[in-house]
């Protein structure tokens, strides 16, 4: 077994960790006060190649895979969970999504844009009523001949109302449930049919635009169609499988990140005439995160490595997002402990950390999401695909 990085896979990670330094860090603490997204940030990301993992050539890939996706994400995310989120939305999520569902028009139409972020991407499945049981959702798009027409809600929707060019599920026959949900390929803009507002109203990922979106008699054109009429669900599924690798990348940057600074701040205080790192309470925080987070990245690693390779993952990629996203809140809650007074303000990384680390126990199925499909898996009642 090859436990070690390519010295290009290493030069990835140095080059995103840079750009995390001087692009993010400087303008963080006040992007975050005033919940602050800035695109220009995404176009900076795009040009150097970003977002273009996983995807061929011939559509502005970069001739890499997930793992140098993963290994991009966690050096940006140890920084700042919020902009990790654009990996999912121009990359993992939309782009990978018609490159394999696809038709060679719609790879050609949509894929490049999103590489270089000419086009904000976004995907939208939940719903006020509708979360972790996907086929429960009640958005419907009606054939109307010469074009669809969708009625219905999306909410708590990553880029909603700064998105361009996305994917959305809706169901084109409920009367099959599941069977009969149909994956669109859709414009949020300029269509007086959709209509799109902010929600300010978070705990954390201050930076990442999340809003929900209204659908009144909203006409598309008939080839929006992604695959084909009534494969949505199976494209769904497929989809939150790779964009929980993403998720499982963010939770190791919040958790790193996390843990560099309790560390740092453990050999710089003093109580009692000597550093707090130097007393046995400290170092077994310290201890049980840095083991947690060393657990964590072999188990995010390996999924990553199995979808390149094409291998069944999908047990392997629940298994890493549920244990990364876990390990990631322990290690924010124990760094916060260890600032003490300080980890309660705004002045200190600490609590962003604990905030951003919440997001991922929800995203792309909760925890106990997770445990279904791992425990489904292990007994035999689904096949790992």
């Given at each position: 077994?090859?436990?070690?990085?390519?010295?290009?896979?290493?030069?990835?990670?140095?080059?995103?960790?840079?750009?995390?330094?001087?692009?993010?860090?400087?303008?963080?603490?006040?992007?975050e006060a005033n919940h602050r997204y800035r695109p220009e940030l995404v176009k900076q990301m795009a040009s150097l190649g970003f977002f273009g993992c996983a995807l061929p050539e011939e559509y502005d890939g970069n001739g890499f895979g997930f793992l140098e996706s993963v290994l991009l994400s966690e050096q940006i995310a140890k920084v700042s969970g919020s902009w990790r989120l654009p990996f999912n939305m121009q990359n993992i999520g939309p782009a990978v999504t018609v490159n394999k569902f696809g038709s060679k028009e719609q790879k050609q139409r949509f894929i490049p844009d999103w590489v270089s972020a000419e086009s904000c991407g976004f995907f939208a499945i939940t719903e006020p009523n509708s979360g972790s049981d996907v086929a429960s959702m009640g958005t419907t798009a009606t054939d109307c001949g010469d074009h669809w027409e969708l009625n219905g809600q999306k909410m708590w929707i990553s880029n909603a109302h700064v998105g361009d060019w996305g994917l959305l599920y809706a169901f084109t026959d409920k009367s099959k449930k599941y069977?009969?949900?149909?994956?669109?390929?859709?414009?949020?803009?300029?269509n007086e049919g959709i209509v799109t507002a902010a929600i300010e109203t978070k705990l954390g990922l201050h930076c990442a635009p999340t809003g929900e979106i209204a659908f009144t008699k909203a006409k598309i054109p008939k080839d929006s169609v992604l695959g084909e009429v009534g494969q949505g669900f199976q494209i769904c599924m497929w989809q939150l499988n790779n964009t929980r690798i993403s998720c499982s990348a963010g939770a190791l940057g919040i958790a790193g990140g996390a843990i560099d600074a309790a560390i740092e701040y453990a050999n710089e205080r003093t109580q009692f005439g000597k550093k707090i790192g130097a007393y046995q309470m400290i170092q077994a925080q310290i201890a049980d995160m840095v083991a947690e987070h060393e657990a964590a990245k072999l188990l995010v690693y390996r999924a990553a490595w199995l979808k390149d390779q094409g291998l069944p993952n999908q047990q392997q990629t629940s298994i890493a997002k549920l244990f990364a996203s876990e390990a990631a809140v322990h290690a924010a809650s124990d760094t916060m402990k260890i600032f003490g007074s300080y980890g309660f303000s705004t002045e200190y990384p600490a609590e962003r950390f604990l905030r951003d680390a919440q997001s991922l126990r929800v995203v792309e199925?909760?925890?106990?999401?997770q445990k279904t499909i791992i425990a489904g898996i292990a007994m035999g009642d689904v096949t790992n695909r």
């Open positions: 077994m090859q436990f070690g990085l390519t010295d290009e896979q290493r030069m990835m990670q140095e080059m995103a960790k840079d750009f995390a330094h001087k692009e993010i860090l400087p303008n963080l603490k006040d992007d069977k009969g949900m149909t994956c669109f390929i859709v414009n949020l803009k300029d199925g909760t925890s106990n999401i």
